[in-house]
């Protein structure tokens, strides 16, 4: 196969009028194939396909029937008009019609030191304790240096993403002017690009640090490149072969592969490591304030019937004395606090990633389960045995009959004896021991009877 350059150039000495073996001398290849160059004909298009004729016709107004979805223009096309088109030759057509948008020329951003910091999410699958979640990681990285921070969260909301940034912030220990992100909802309150309106929860954080957040415009997300590139090196290098027992274990992990790993390696594009970049790139980074707060989420709850007070569908001990009070719910990253008129009745750790499960401080609730039954004689059974042996028989037969140790009915019995004579009693006692009975109401009629026959004089008089 003869190059096109040759080709070309021997095509050209041949207008100029020289000579075949002048030609083949200069070029440095054989006449033979001076000749054959020479003879053949002109290269020509290659035939169009009839099929395809049928095709172009229609391309314009599938196009926009599909809004541009190609399998669905190629179903179409074989459904409806039993023409069955390769996907590739598809494509071409589309392309070579200008029907597809032609890919755009991306550009390059530089960036001074300590101009911008960019931030973005990214849902990543991963092994937790032997169970599979979808964790979203979330990245912040220095413009300049490529300095890079990555953390994982069950969940992306403000409150994960005011705690990310402050630990980001620490690990810098500064912060850039100006933060890029996307149009996420949870910095974005309305519109979109660096025109959007940032929530003002969002906007009173990042006014702490001395941060702007501006969002990119719609559909260039090439803008904040230098976050987006970490998360499938992220994906593809630290979390493979590697095993985590719970998310503190997840992002201490994820905390030491930036460190020892993505930011000590160098990059062709800077000619050096992210940690060596960022030595140049700290001193012009704003400092951080010197009071941080922590990141508290608070919520009103009514510590229910069960002494718990409920958050993100997990339930957290308060002290039994506050059921059905109202108590503050302070939630931060590790940690839940439970307030209580100023005064902290409890400390939890945080249930991150679990669901409908609870924490209890067994220091809260009293056990609801009763005391061993007691064993022994009971005390009013000590108040009436040891000072008759007839007394001493009906206790025990007493006993006997009742349910349990007979605390109710020796109780009962010695109310009596406390509240009659002694002697009234006992006899009382005797005669309903020897004819077996044991109704003490039938007991006290007895101790009546001997009362009034010894104390009063009942028969009428004459």
Same mark, same amino acid.
């Given at each position: ?34 000749? %054959? ?10 035939? #169009?396909?009839? /099929? ?18 190609? !399998?669905?223009?190629? #179903? ?39 101009? #911008? ?70 910095? !974005? ?85 992210? /940690? ?29 019937? /069960? ?31 439970? +307030? ?9 750790? %945080? ?41 001493? /028989? +009906? !206790? ?18 010695? #109310? ?47």
């Amino acid at each position: 196969m003869i190059p096109n350059e040759i080709r070309e150039a021997i095509l050209a000495l041949k207008k100029q009028g020289r000579a075949l073996r002048e030609i083949s001398r200069a070029l440095k290849v054989s006449r033979n194939t001076v000749r %054959r160059t020479l003879r053949a004909p002109p290269a020509k298009p290659p035939p #169009e396909d009839p /099929q395809h004729q049928g095709i172009i016709e229609r391309l314009p107004d599938l196009y926009r029937r599909c809004k541009g979805n190609a !399998v669905r223009i190629r #179903e179409i096309l074989k459904d409806e008009y039993q023409l069955d088109v390769p996907y590739s030759s598809l494509t071409r057509l589309l392309r070579e019609h200008e029907l597809r948008e032609p890919k755009r020329r991306s550009g390059i951003y530089h960036f001074e030191p300590g101009q #911008e910091m960019q931030h973005d999410t990214s849902p990543h699958r991963l092994v937790l304790g032997d169970k599979p979640v979808i964790a979203q990681c979330a990245s912040l990285v220095l413009a300049y240096s490529r300095m890079l921070l990555i953390q994982y969260y069950p969940a992306f909301t403000r409150f994960e993403a005011k705690t990310f940034l402050t630990e980001a912030f620490r690990f810098f220990d500064g912060t850039c002017p100006r933060c890029t992100i996307d149009n996420t909802s949870v910095l !974005v309150a309305g519109g979109s690009g660096p025109g959007a309106i940032i929530a003002p929860e969002m906007a009173a954080f990042g006014e702490l640090f001395g941060v702007a957040f501006i969002p990119h415009a719609i559909m260039h997300s090439d803008r904040k490149a230098r976050v987006e590139r970490p998360f499938a090196y992220a994906e593809n290098n630290f979390l493979a072969g590697r095993s985590f027992r719970d998310w503190v274990d997840l992002n201490a992990q994820a905390r030491a592969w930036c460190e020892q790993y993505a930011n000590a390696k160098p990059k062709r594009s800077l000619g050096m490591s992210p /940690q060596a970049a960022y030595v140049m790139e700290k001193r012009h980074l704003r400092p951080l304030p010197l009071h941080i707060p922590a990141v508290t989420q608070i919520h009103y709850r009514v510590v229910d019937t /069960q002494g718990y007070v409920h958050l993100d569908t997990n339930r957290y001990s308060v002290p039994q004395r506050l059921l059905g009070k109202q108590v503050e719910v302070h939630k931060r990253p590790v940690q839940v606090l439970v +307030y209580r008129a100023g005064q902290r009745v409890a400390e939890h750790p %945080r249930l991150l990633g679990k669901r409908y499960t609870d924490h209890l401080i067994k220091a809260h609730h009293a056990s609801l389960q009763r005391g061993r039954t007691p064993s022994g004689p009971s005390p009013q059974e000590l108040g009436l045995i040891g000072r008759d042996p007839i007394l001493d /028989q +009906y !206790v025990a037969a007493l006993k006997k009959r009742s349910p349990g140790r007979g605390v109710t009915k020796l109780r009962r019995l010695l #109310e009596l004896q406390r509240s009659y004579p002694c002697g009234a009693f006992l006899k009382a006692v005797g005669q309903a021991l020897k004819y077996g009975l044991f109704d003490l109401n039938r007991l006290e009629r007895l101790i009546l009877e001997s009362v009034a026959g010894d104390f009063f004089n009942l028969a009428d008089e004459d």
